[in-house]
């Protein structure tokens, strides 16, 4: 009889160990994919092995306009690029919020950056072994010596959906006069499959200096990153820490 009960109360154990770490691995798997970003590093990726993998970017050039306005441009070549408008399309909307939208697809590659009533298509996959860790909105305005008012780029009500959620609003970047702001929004989970990132893009100037203003812009950068641990084995090292503690009970 003792044998019999030391053999079942072992498999009871085993069982028990087992169920305990499929329970933590769906608890790890639901929490991926819940997806969401936030301003705080949430270190699960080693930013040590951070890449630039590609921007969507709107430009501001005046007199003349020869950059294109609109861009997806994919580490250090050009993904996409709007053609460059035979006439400056930036005058009658100066100072006006214009709403912009980017849609990426982690798993497919597909890249839709829409703005101005003009869509850019692309694809970029990043590399197997990276997670997409954070994305770093920036904008960026030169404003000529001597200027009595500075001029002005903002990204306003940057939102950031994660995997079909509801998205979380950011606020809004904005810079006056010559270089950048920017603060990274991390992704708070590796398991991330689709990104949208809305918002509005606003630029002004002074129009005594609209033929001086030249290479004013504004991005959304998307970067990757190895993570620590890999994701992978967390749900294998939870059912050895289950194991391990009930062992140690006995």
């Given at each position: 009889?003792?044998?019999?009960?030391?053999?079942?109360?072992?498999?009871?154990?085993?069982?028990?160990?087992?169920?305990?770490?499929?329970i933590?691995?769906?608890?790890?798997?639901?929490?991926?994919?819940?997806?969401?970003?936030?301003?705080?590093?949430?270190?699960?990726?080693?930013?040590?092995?951070?890449?630039?993998?590609f921007?969507?970017?709107?430009?501001?050039?005046?007199?003349?306009?020869?950059?294109?306005?609109?861009?997806?441009l994919?580490?250090?070549?050009?993904?996409?690029?709007?053609?460059?408008?035979?006439?400056?399309?930036?005058?009658s909307?100066?100072?006006?919020?214009?709403?912009?939208?980017?849609?990426?697809?982690?798993?497919?590659?597909?890249?839709?950056?829409s703005?101005?009533?003009?869509?850019?298509?692309?694809?970029?996959?990043?590399?197997?072994?990276?997670?997409?860790?954070?994305?770093v909105?920036?904008?960026?305005?030169?404003?000529?010596?001597?200027?009595?008012?500075?001029?002005?780029?903002e990204?306003?009500?940057?939102?950031?959906?994660?995997?079909g959620?509801?998205?979380?609003n950011?606020?809004?970047?904005?810079?006056?006069?010559?270089?950048?702001?920017?603060?990274?929004?991390?992704?708070?989970?590796?398991?991330v499959?689709?990104?949208?990132?809305?918002?509005?893009?606003?630029?002004?100037?002074?129009?005594?200096?609209?033929?001086?203003?030249?290479?004013?812009?504004?991005?959304?950068?998307?970067?990757?990153?190895?993570?620590?641990?890999?994701?992978?084995?967390m749900?294998v090292?939870?059912?050895?820490?289950?194991?391990?503690?009930?062992?140690?009970?006995?």
């Open positions: 009889m003792n044998a019999m009960f030391i053999v079942s109360s072992f498999g009871e154990n085993r069982r028990a160990v087992v169920r305990a770490g499929f933590l691995g769906a608890f790890v798997a639901v929490v991926s994919a819940m997806a969401q970003t936030s301003l705080v590093n949430p270190g699960i990726y080693d930013n040590a092995t951070a890449s630039t993998r921007a969507a970017r709107a430009s501001l050039e005046f007199n003349p306009p020869t950059r294109s306005n609109l861009w997806i994919g580490e250090s070549s050009t993904i996409a690029s709007e053609g460059t408008r035979p006439t400056n399309p930036w005058a909307v100066l100072g006006q919020p214009q709403e912009f939208e980017l849609n990426y697809n982690v798993d497919t590659g597909d890249i839709a950056w703005m101005f009533g003009t869509t850019l298509t692309g694809n970029y996959l990043k590399p197997s072994d990276e997670g997409l860790a954070y994305l909105p920036l904008v960026q305005v030169q404003t000529p010596s001597g200027a009595s008012t500075p001029n002005f780029s990204i306003g009500d940057l939102t950031v959906s994660v995997n959620g509801p998205g979380t950011h606020g809004s970047w904005s810079h006056s006069g010559n270089g950048y702001e920017l603060e990274p929004i991390y992704f708070t989970s590796y398991d499959h689709t990104v949208k990132v809305t918002g509005f893009i606003t630029f002004d100037v002074g129009s005594d200096w609209i033929d001086d203003i030249n290479g004013s812009l504004a991005d959304v950068t998307f970067m990757t990153a190895k993570a620590v641990p890999e994701p992978a084995s749900a090292i939870g059912v050895g820490i289950v194991a391990l503690v009930r062992r140690r009970r006995k």
